[in-house]
Each structure stands twice: as C-alpha cells, then as structure tokens.
C-alpha cells in the first residue's frame, strides 16, 4: 500500500523584485519555435513545433502563403510531426497524455473540417512506441516497439493494410528508405546490443535481405540516409571503429564501403546536401557544435560561416540555402538561413518578447580516475563560495553543452553556481568515455561526480555546507543514488522522473529501454542481479541523509510511477525520519506544458532554498 507522502509546495514567487520575477518566467513563456522542415517536393510546406499555445504543439506553415496554423491542441501536448514529399497532409503521432505509446496520423495540410479527427496514416499497424518513420512516394516504412519486442512494416499507397516485413524481441528500428523506394535500412540488435546496433537492407519488394553490416562488439554502426539520388545505392553511415562517431559511405549493392577522412575531434554526423555531392556534417567538441560543407568529390572541409553559438537542428533546402538554429548559454536559441552568395539572417522571428538573455558558462577541465571531466559552469554575481546546484543531464548518452537553459538560468538568478558535469558515460567525448559506464552505471558517474564536487569546493566556487545534487530523468537517477552513496556530501538531492527502484523499472519500463538496460548491465535483472541491486537508489535508502524532492509524472514510460512509489513508501518507513517531499503531475517523462514547466523549476528552487538556507 503506497503511503500518503509530503506534496512539495509551489511559491508564488521566487523574487520579491517585479523585474527579476518578470524575467526568469519570461524566458520560460516567451515563444519558442523548432527549426521548420519541409516537404522534399513541396518545400514550401512545412512543419514545426512550439509553445505559441502555452503547450508545445505542432504548426504547419504555408511559405508561399506565409500562413501559420496549428494542427494540434492536446492537454499534454505534442512533438513529433512529419511531413511526406508532396505535403499533402500533415502526420503526427498521437499517444495518451505523454506515455508516447500510440500510432501516427494524418490530416489534410491545410486542415480538417470542423470536428473531424485524423484518421490512422499507417492502416494496419499495431499502436506501439515509435521506431522511425520513412514516408515516401509510394510507400512508407514505419517500426513500432511493444513489450513482444520490434516490428518493421512497408504499406504500399493505396493498399488496405501495412504488412510486417520484419520482426525480432530485441530493440530494432526504421533507418533510410532510398530514392527509388526500393531499399529499406534498418538498425537492430539482434545479437543482443542495442548500445551497439548493426545494419540491414531490405528489398522494399518481398523484404528479403540485399546486405548487412556489423562491426562487432563494443561498435556501433548507425543508418543515417541515403544518397537523394534515384539509382545512387550509397547509405550513409555512422561507425566507431577509431573510438569515436565517424562518417563512412557504403555502397549496399556493391558491398564497398568509404570511411570518410575527416580530421575534426570530436564526434561528426553528417546529412546529404539535395544533389548528394557533398555532406553537411555537425561536428561536436567539448560543449559546442559547428557546421561544415564536405565535398564528396574533392574530400575537401569548410566551415560554414553560422552565426556565434551552438548549432542545434540543420537542413539544406533545393537550392543550398542551409537553415539552422543556434544558441549560446547567454543568448535564447534563433532560426537562421544560411545563403549560398555567404549571407546569413533570421528566418523566423517568434512572436512577442523575446527570451531575456543570461550569463555566460565557463569551462574547466578536472581530472578524474577514467581522465579529464568536462565541466561547464554559469556563476552569480558576487564573490563565492556560493550555494551550488550540480546539475546532471539525463540520458545516460546525451551531454550539457554551451546552449541556452531557462532552468539554468533561473538558478543563476536565485543566487546559486551551476555545475553542469559531462561525467563518464556522456557523449561528445569519444566512445570509451561514453561506454566507460557499461556493468557499473550509476556509481562510475558519480566517481567523477565526486571528484568535480572536491574541485568545486577547492576553488572557492560552492559552499560545502550548500550543495545540491540535482538531475531529471538519468539525472535524477543520479540524485537519488548521491543521496544514498554520497550522504555526507549533499546538503540535498532533487530528482526529477528519476530510476528509483531499479528491478521495478525494468518490470514496468518500455521494451526499448528494458533492451538498453539489458546492454548497458550486461544482462537482465535475472542474470546479473547485482549489479541492477547495486545500481539502485533503493538499495542505498537507509543511508540517505539530506533532505529530497521528488518530482515524478503519472504516465511516464520511462521512469514508471511505482518503481517511484516504492522508493517513497522506503523513505517514510526509515526509523530515522528524513525529510522529503514530492510533486506528481499528470504527464509523462516530462511536461510540455509551460505552467507545469515553470511550476516544476519554481518547486525546485523553493525547495532548495528552504533546505540549505
């Protein structure tokens, strides 16, 4: 029986100063908008999301007629959307108050009549978690996940139903479709790693096999796109056989393959230019990603001339016109063109007040016992130690880069330091740092955790007496797990749709990331039981010391809700009481929703601030 728990409060404010409560809910509700993506014969018509409505939803925008509509209105909002060549109608995937299990649906572009629902755009298919989409001319390939496993399916426009043309328990997804629709790749992990996925192709035909490709243990291989040109057979691919995430063309009729020698550090990843000559590859190091131009042809790298910052979303359109979005810690992501004659200006600019800026991070290099740790820190105004907030991103696989964050800035703003740690496990940083947490996750992060931890404090940057850990989704994992490993170091831990009880989760998470836990642990709960009960915040719940918030959503897929009630019901039964609080909300991993968002930040820094003075 779940126990009744302490709701954390939500202030009114967080700052007896108009100007400085105008500002930081400003930059949470001024209206941000995705880069727009097009229709590949109709690039006029195309497609974004935003949170024009209060709620991120998606919007269809007519170029030629420079009209705006949004096509959904949903209570936990929607942010996925594609569009197929002709533009005809408009798809978006339709699930239950943020559990992201459903099916995608279609409806005319310029919009249905009054009261009519979009109809099923897949006939046939099963609802499921989404696995890659590929629309084409002539047919679409779509993959769904379930708890049986992963299904691919081909529907022929015009034909009743899809067919599953592809099927296995193991984590699989849609990769490219080529031009001429005869060629479906596809990743899957079938030998048991969908950390380390291999590639196939199918004929589009009867889906039969044309190739496959795999590198082995420990190496990805990635399908990225295929060549946009009728007849040309080569996919692009991403490989890491050097340790970090390379381009290299393949040739699947062929069987020839192309690594492609580019001399960035960091990792790449590339999409074709229209006229397949050359690629557009983002190359990511240290917290920043740029653009560049290779030619295929001459093998030759340039840099493309963006405006300041970090380069987020990026397309070419017919033409060469590459549009792009970018931020920087101090300055609120823009929507920008980048012309071929070399100019460079705002494509779209939202409507009303902007995102009022912030300040600048810093970075700083500590050395740890897998090597150097990335750190990025946004500091107050005023002479430290400071109260200090260690912020750690979720994922595990993803990174906190040089780009703009309403919530960092929010804690900036509350007076507290911000520690941003890309910790082993993150990407960016070559694969053995990113896999470097394999059969040891959640206690080899907060190794280097600690290590930042002592430097921060040795600096003269955060107040011992005064630090939070704080993170969603791995993030919050991760606090949850220094509360219980770390209790001397954190004057509080917030988690936020945290991994709380980890054989729970793995009961009750979606197959995908049964599938990535059973890779990153080297097996089930059932085969390697240790490592998942040494890995859990509940195993550690007896020796949790600060005070927790727990921020947790009803129909989150991910982090599921009882795994989380379990760890609650763990706290309230400690014979030593510890002070924790929690705040529930009706979505899923996450909210969409700006007021839910601003209550979330506020509840954070409301709470931080009650706890460590």
Known sequence: ???????????????????????????????????????????????????????TEVYAWDRATGLHRQVTSRCSGTHSAELPPDGSTLWWFDDTDGDEFGRWVAEPFG?????????????????????????????????????????????????????????????????????????????????????????????????????????????????????PVAGDPRLLLLHERRGREELMLWDVVADREIELAIELPGDL???FYPDAAALLVWHTHAARTRLHRYDLTTGGLTELDTAPGCIGSARV???????????????????????????DRELLVPPGEPAPESVPVEDAWVNGAGGPIHVLIA?????????????????????????????????????????????????????????????????????????VHDWAVAIGLADPEQTVVEGWSWGGFLALLAAGTQPARWAAAIAGVPVADYLAAYADEMEQLRAFDRALFGGSPEQVPETYRTASPLTYVADVRAPILVLAGENDPRCPIRQIDNYLDALAALPEPVHYEVSRFDAGHGSLVVEQTLRHVATEIDFARRVVG
């Open 1 to 55: 029986m779940t126990s009744q728990h302490p709701v954390a409060a939500v202030p009114e404010r967080l700052f007896d100063d108009d100007e400085w409560e105008r500002r930081w809910r400003a930059r949470f509700t001024a209206t941000r908008m995705s880069r727009p993506d097009w229709a590949r014969d109709a690039p006029d018509r195309s497609v974004y999301t935003s949170n024009a409505s209060g709620t």
């Open 111 to 227: 919009g249905l009549p009054t009261g009519a629902r979009p109809n099923a755009a897949v006939p046939g298919v099963e609802d499921g978690y989404p696995a890659g989409l590929e629309i084409g001319r002539t047919l679409t390939a779509v993959g769904t996940s379930t708890d049986d496993g992963s299904r691919i399916w081909l529907h022929r426009h015009g034909a009743a139903e899809a067919v599953a043309v592809y099927e296995h328990p193991e984590d699989a997804g849609v990769g490219a479709l080529s031009e001429d629709e005869t060629l479906l790749a596809i990743s899957h992990s079938e030998h048991g790693d969908s950390r380390h996925p291999a590639v196939r192709v199918l004929r589009t035909t009867d889906g039969s096999t044309l190739a496959e490709k795999s590198d082995g243990p420990g190496r990805g291989l990635v399908p990225v796109a295929f060549a």
């Open 269 to 271: 990843f590339a999409d």
């Open 317 to 343: 359109r017919p033409g060469g016109t590459v549009e792009y979005t970018c931020s920087s810690a101090a300055r609120p992501p823009s929507i920008r063109a980048l012309h071929p004659d070399g100019g």
């Open 379 to 451: 500091r107050p105004a005023g002479e430290g130690p400071h109260p200090a907030v260690f912020s750690l991103h979720g994922g595990p696989h993803a990174a906190d880069e040089d780009r703009f964050s309403p919530t960092r800035a929010a804690w900036v703003d509350a007076g507290f330091a911000v520690v941003e740690i890309n910790y082993r496990g993150s990407t960016g940083y070559g694969s053995p740092w990113r896999d470097a947490i394999e059969g040891r996750p959640g206690l080899t992060e907060l190794e280097d955790v600690a290590v």
